[in-house]
């Protein structure tokens, strides 16, 4: 069976949101949706969501499922906003919970948050299956980028996250806490294992060279042109190569209050007593260089 995908691009953030869904059912899944964030004044929207949802509504489909390939630290989710509005389950990788109980230091949560995956309805391991209507899904772990990142094989649509990019783009960054190159390297063969003319749908694109956006590859043209990772690069080429990238790479811009969503599967931290919902910033914590413990 073949699903329906439905592509939304993000601007801002560069992030690709699918709607895949069962032509026969009309059962749905979206798979990374983003919740508008202005850092300037820290006020968050829902127009991108509502895009979203406007177009599962306009084609009659039913929100079964709302995937995350990973805890984001680019973009904030907008999975429990969909949710509410939507229905369908929250699922992430199970390694979710050790980036919970990472950026649990990190930001000095309180008892209030405990990591332990309670926030999503669904943790996914490797090998297991989620049925949409009639299209069979099948979660691969995909750690590397991050600990808790999974790609979803939908028919012959492949959802990689952020494992390789287009093929253009090459590969994330291993830098994050719980992030390693060898990692990724090991993960990206599973994925070039399958068939060629698998659809590989990326969850990120920079367009690079001032060419517009693209978010579609397969995995044939993966093996044959990504210029960090292709079928007969060597896991150690890989890893020097990501490695030297990842020492030059910026703290990703939105990664501070990114991260205080997503790691609650897309809800704003609880209220305070005075009503209003507050993110913490961390002094001198983050970035130096990212994958380094916290002291
Ligand atoms: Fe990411």
Redesign the pocket.
């Given at each position: 069976m073949r699903p329906t995908v439905a592509p939304f691009f993000h601007q801002p953030t560069g992030t690709w949101t699918y709607v895949v869904s069962d032509p026969a059912s009309r059962d749905a899944a979206v798979i990374d949706p983003v919740l508008d964030y202005d850092w300037r004044s820290g006020r968050t929207g829902t127009a991108s969501a509502d895009t979203v949802l406007g177009h599962i509504a306009a084609e009659g489909l039913t929100l079964r499922w709302i995937l995350e390939t990973?805890a984001?630290?680019?973009h904030l989710s907008s999975a429990a906003y969909l949710q509410s509005r939507a229905g369908g389950r929250i699922a992430i990788g199970a390694g979710i919970r050790e980036v919970q109980a990472s950026f649990k230091r990190i930001f000095g949560l309180g008892e209030e948050f405990v990591p332990d995956g309670r926030q999503f309805d669904r943790l996914l391991a490797n090998g297991d299956t989620i049925e949409l209507g009639g299209i069979h899904g099948g979660v691969i772990a995909t750690p590397g980028?991050?600990s808790d990142s999974v790609s979803y094989l939908f028919g012959d649509a492949l959802f990689v996250?952020?494992t390789v990019f287009m093929p253009d783009g090459g590969s994330?960054r291993c830098d994050f806490p719980g992030g390693d190159a060898a990692e990724l390297y090991r993960s990206v063969q599973h994925l070039y294992a399958l068939p060629g003319a698998t659809r590989v749908f990326v969850?990120?694109d920079y367009a690079p060279g001032g060419r517009a956006p693209s978010c579609e590859s397969t995995i044939e043209a993966q093996r044959t042109s990504n210029v960090h990772l292709k079928a007969d690069t060597s896991e150690s080429d890989y890893v020097a190569l990501r490695r030297a990238r990842d020492a030059t790479l910026d703290v990703p811009n939105l990664i501070i209050p990114s991260v205080q969503v997503n790691i609650r599967a897309g809800h704003l931290p609880p209220p305070e007593s005075d009503g209003v919902r507050y993110l913490k910033v961390p002094l001198d914590v983050i970035g130096r260089p990212l994958s380094s413990p916290i002291p």
């Open positions: 990973h984001h630290a680019d980028h991050t996250g952020d994330a969850c990120h």
